[in-house]
């Protein structure tokens, strides 16, 4: 099975700041690699899918990198809404796996 | 525009049976794998199930494999998880998604264990 480590699992930032976001993968899965934001109440939302490509009506200060073993997830310049939980996904096989999850506060 | 409604959750004892299940509209229900997502309290996202879009494939996480089975009725176009000898870690929202990158959520319905 794929384990996937997410940091860090908290972060404290303002609005303005840049925020970065690790996952990593215990064995190489390419770039089948999807981000997500959760906030409390609602339906998780997909921010990135395939490590990079930006989900369309998703902000451009998200963005995706990486492939492989190593991604990482940037917020440019956060803004009061992003304040919530992000979560990452490998779903190159079986079971899919997700990251802890990143709360941003 | 993609619509996922999950119902079924409730309250349920410890070794008893729940069926969940998500009507899907909006998109091609037959050309899309489904799968299911958890969230017990306080804890983390966890990926249960995914059953391909021709129904013939279904994978399961292993906690609970054996005792969850996932299907689809497409002249529902409905999505179900059948989730039998239910235990108290099981408790949790789950939500529907639709294909293997889940793509779009339902809001979930929430599955209490508990005597």
């Known amino acids: 099975d794929i384990q996937v480590t997410q940091s860090p699992s908290s972060l404290s930032a303002s609005v303005g700041d840049r925020v970065t976001i690790t996952c990593r993968a215990s064995?190489?899965?390419?770039?089948?690699l999807g981000w997500y934001q959760r906030k409390p109440g609602k339906a998780p939302k997909r921010l990135i899918h395939?490590?990079?490509s930006l989900q369309s009506g998703v902000p451009s200060r998200f963005s995706g990198s990486g492939s492989g073993t190593e991604f990482t997830l940037t917020i440019s310049s956060l803004q009061p809404e992003d304040f919530a939980t992000y979560y990452c996904?490998?779903?190159?096989?079986?079971?899919?796996?997700f990251g802890g999850g990143t709360k941003v506060e | 525009e993609v619509q996922l409604v999950e119902s079924g959750g409730g309250l349920e004892q410890p070794g008893g049976s729940l069926r969940l299940s998500c009507v899907a509209s909006?998109?091609?229900?037959?050309?899309?794998?489904m799968t299911w997502v958890r969230q017990a309290p306080g804890k983390g996202l966890e990926w249960v199930s995914l059953?391909?879009?021709?129904?013939?494939?279904?994978y399961y996480a292993d906690s609970v494999k054996g005792r969850f089975t996932i299907s689809r009725d497409y002249s529902k176009n409905t999505l179900y998880l059948q989730m039998n000898s239910l235990r108290a870690e099981d408790t949790a929202i789950y939500h529907c998604?639709?294909?293997?990158?889940?793509?779009?959520w339902g809001q979930g319905t929430l599955v209490t264990i508990s005597s």
């Open positions: 998604a639709k294909d293997i990158q889940l793509s779009d």
């Open positions: 909006g998109f091609s229900f037959s050309d899309a794998a």
């Open positions: 059953i391909s879009a021709s129904g013939v494939n279904a």
């Open positions: 064995q190489g899965i390419g770039n089948d």
């Open positions: 395939f490590a990079s």
């Open positions: 996904l490998q779903h190159k096989s079986f079971p899919l796996s």
